[in-house]
């Protein structure tokens, strides 16, 4: 059974970088049919994508966060990152690894982790 | 960008009662659309796929129907364990969007 964990520091300091990790096992990070995409949640409100890898290493990502985001993939460690630079307490959020089959939903979720930006 | 609007934002209803969940698209999204469920504390769970295919587990109780701008998830007979929040999300067009999300609370 696929699972997908995310991993990094819980407290970020304002203007530095955020940087998360998410491993993914049970299945292949390589499939030629899924993208693997991060979403946050800041406190008390709805979800937020914020961009997608595929196994190729092409990306998209959204367009509201200012070129701020880089996503990469390492396949030899199962793993995807997302990088978010500059970070305000407006980045406080959960933030959540998933997979998403083309031309579908997000079928496998990380179980979030937890980022504040203070000082 | 396609902005989802949900409705309403607060469902207050009785255990077996049904439930009907809607979402708008500001364009048409053909049914490049997915549900899904969030309790608190938990990451979300897709519930229904392309509009209106259950994802793997979900109980027949949960249907989806729509195409196009309009859409809906109903839950037949509301169990204990439905009560929570439910997203929209379409996956038609970068960048990916979600509602506002619709909290079905027990009354």
């Known amino acids: 059974q696929l699972r997908l964990q995310e991993s990094g520091p819980g407290l970020v300091k304002p203007s530095e970088t955020l940087s998360l990790t998410c491993t993914v096992s049970g299945g292949s990070i390589s499939s030629s049919t899924h993208y693997w995409v991060w979403i946050r949640q800041p406190p008390g409100k709805g979800l937020e994508w914020i961009g997608s890898?595929?196994?190729?290493?092409?990306?998209n990502d959204n367009p509201s966060l200012k070129s701020r985001v880089s996503i990469s993939v390492d396949t030899s460690k199962s793993q995807f990152s997302l990088r978010l630079s500059s970070v305000t307490a407006a980045d406080t959020a959960v933030y959540y690894c998933?997979?998403?089959?083309?031309?579908?939903?997000?079928?496998?979720w990380g179980q979030g982790t937890t980022v504040t930006v203070s000082s | 960008e396609i902005v989802m609007t949900q409705s309403p934002a607060t469902l207050s209803l009785f255990p077996g009662e049904r439930a009907t969940l809607s979402c708008r698209a500001s364009q048409n999204i053909r049914s490049y659309l997915a549900w899904y469920q969030q309790k608190p504390g938990q990451a979300p769970r897709l519930v229904i796929d392309?509009?209106?295919t259950g994802a793997t587990g979900i109980p027949a109780r949960f249907s989806g129907s729509g195409s196009g701008t309009e859409f809906t998830l109903t839950i037949s007979s509301l169990q204990s364990e439905d009560f929570a929040v439910y997203y929209c999300?379409?996956?038609?067009?970068?960048?990916?969007?979600f509602g506002g999300g619709t909290n079905v609370e027990i009354k």
């Open positions: 890898i595929y196994h190729s290493g092409d990306t």
């Open positions: 392309g509009a209106s």
């Open positions: 999300q379409q996956y038609h067009n970068w960048p990916l969007t």
């Open positions: 998933a997979r998403r089959p083309y031309y579908h939903g997000m079928d496998v």
